[in-house]
Each structure stands twice: as C-alpha cells, then as structure tokens.
C-alpha cells in the first residue's frame, strides 16, 4: 500500500469513526514509509515562520499523495493529519481557489450550506491571486492580497445587523476557523511581498548609488573636489552641476516617484534637484544640507535663462494684459527648497540656477509675497488673485494672476 492510500485510509476512518488504535497504526506504518524515502520524496519543509517559503513541495510519490488529499479533504485536516505523524512534517498551503472552497465549506446534515455573495467574491479574489503567486509584478501582487482582505471584511460585516449582533451565528463559527486562517495566509503572503519590494528598493538604490559616484567622479575633477578653499570648491561645484543638468533636466512641480537627478526616471521638482547639489557637495567633502526657505505662498522674479530647465515655461500668467509671466519663467511657489554649502557658509538654488542667501530673497519678488490659501485659489488682500488651473504639462496647476 503506498503513502496516499496509506493517509486516504486513515482520512477514511477518521470520518466514519474508526477506532484510535487504527488511526495510530496507521499514521505509523506511514511514517515508517516517509523516512524509508530517498531526500527528494520528503513531505518536509524548511522551517521557517510556521510557513515554507517554497511555493511547492518537493517532487516525489509522498508530494503528490499529499496534494491529492489536500484536494479531497481540504488543508486544515491534512495539516492536523501531517502533525500528528511527527514534529518533522509540515504542508504548505495549496493557494488555489478549488483547496479555499473546499476549506470553507460548511456542511450540514443534509446539505451544504448555500454560498453566500460576500462568501463568493472571497472565493473570486483567492482565484485572482493564484496567477500572480509567483510573478515578479510585486504591486499587483499586493493589490490582489488587498482585494482578499477587502472580501474578508465584506465577509464579516454581512454576518452582523444593523445593532452589531451576528446573523446565524453557528454557521458563522463553523466557518470562521477557514477565514482566519485564509487571513494569515494573506498576512505572510503580503509580508513576504514586502520583503521582495524592500530588497528590490534597496538593491536598486545601491545600483543608483555606484552609478551616482561614478557619474561624480567624471563631473568633478580632482582638482576641483581638492580645492582648499571650501567656499571656492562649492562654487565650483555649482557651476559645473548647472553646466551640465541645465537643459537636460525636465522640471515640474511634482516628483515622479523614484526619479532623482541622476537616473532619468522623470520629472523633477526643487527638493529633488536640490537633493542632487547636496549630493554632489557631499562626494567633495563639503557638508550640505537641502533647506526650505521662510517665505511660502509667493511669485518668483523671471528667472530667464539661469532656471534649470530651458523648455520649461513659468505656472504663472495674466489674462488680457501684456504682462507674459510664463514666458519669462515666473513661477508661484507654496514652499521653495535649496542648499545650504555649511563648510563654506553659501546657499545655493539649483532650481532657479543661481546663488542666494537663506532667504532665498534674490529670486522673491517682492510685490507677490504672502499670498493667503482660499480654497483652491490664493488672495493677497483685496487686490491680487492667484485662481488654480489643472495643468497637465506642469504635472500640477497653473496659476492665473489678477490684479484690481
């Protein structure tokens, strides 16, 4: 008799009330069986956190016995099955949508109990993940484990009235053991997905780091990030990061997600590039830090040619006057970032492409400062309004300027 016949009959008399003396025997002629087994035919997993991080088991007679009896019997009974033949066995959980249902099933004298419609979008947003277990796409991955916890909580709250009590609450029990462990389940799953994503993150920001100080080491020469003087060296160092990111870099107001000055990934905003210059200072010894500046809710003085970005055009216009603020690169800021050169006491703003002081007062223009929010739109007293305009190209808004 072989391993699966050998468990499908202890299955059978554990169902129809065989006597503890069977089962025993039974589970130990088992036994005996798996450790006559060459390595490869073992029903064992790593042990790990209660959980074996192969997604399948090894290949080999004993394997596919077990997941025929996960398929019949469901995984709560092969699991308490695989327990008691010794400390040495575990299972791991067959994640397909037909071994949830069968786990869940309740079953009454007569019948199955119907399947509800909250019970039915579980079943759906288990067979929704089963494709994506193994695929390297770890953001749908976690929104397929969401879309199973969002079933759940459906699930739960179906189960209870308006005043909270619970509706049939014997069935709700009997099921509630294969709901909280599909929880777990999702849990581990998501942790591990989390895992992969910080791995990925961490791997690819020390990827970036080896390109970032390889690209430095080309962009700075020796002679620059020896120069003794440190207020000369950041000078320095500020000319020639403008020289060679002004028309290259794409600004707007927002970040795109992972984007940095160096690896290309997007759009920038002034954190960002002012992050770069930090950066840069830094490989050269200087000690730098990225600083937002006192004033909030202002226009910028045109800013020309210097801006980091030669195709940009300004967010800020007139309508029916003359006064083309865009073209001449004016820009309204809620906040403004730039860097601080501590070793040499200089702040320089790599956005606007020029030096300044800690108040950033050489690009504020004075007139159009300590704008006030007003809903979507800014004010200044009674005669300046700044209205918001939704502005793709700005990966923002624009503002529309008007004066009484």
Known sequence: MNQYNL???HARSSMFGANRTTKVSLMSR???QQTKLKPTEQVQAPRTS?????????EGPASDSILALQRLHGNQFVQGLMNRAGPGLQIQRFKDRATWVTDSTVTGIRSEYIRSAELLAIDDAVGAYEPLRH???LQARELALNAIDTAVQQWRFSK???TGKAKKP???????PAIQALVTEVRQERDAVIALQNQARNERTQQEAEQRDQF???LIPEAVRTLPDKGERARAIFDLYMQHFRGTASYSLKTVPEASMFNGAGTIACATISGGLRDVFRYAGLTSAVIQIPARYFITKP???SFMDSAAVGNVFMKGTDKDFAAVKRFFFSGHWIVEAKDAGLFFDPTSGVPVSADGSEIIDPKYTDFVPDGMNYKKGETLTLTTHLDAAQSGSAYELSEK
């Open 303 to 305: 800013l020309g040619n």
């Open 7 to 9: 468990l499908k009959g």
């Open 216 to 218: 430095l080491e080309t």
């Open 135 to 137: 695929s390297g796409d």
């Open 160 to 162: 209870r009235d308006v």
């Open 30 to 32: 088992f036994v005996r």
């Open 170 to 176: 014997s069935m709700t029990k009997k099921r509630s």
């Open 50 to 58: 209660g959980r074996s991080t192969s997604p399948d088991f090894e």
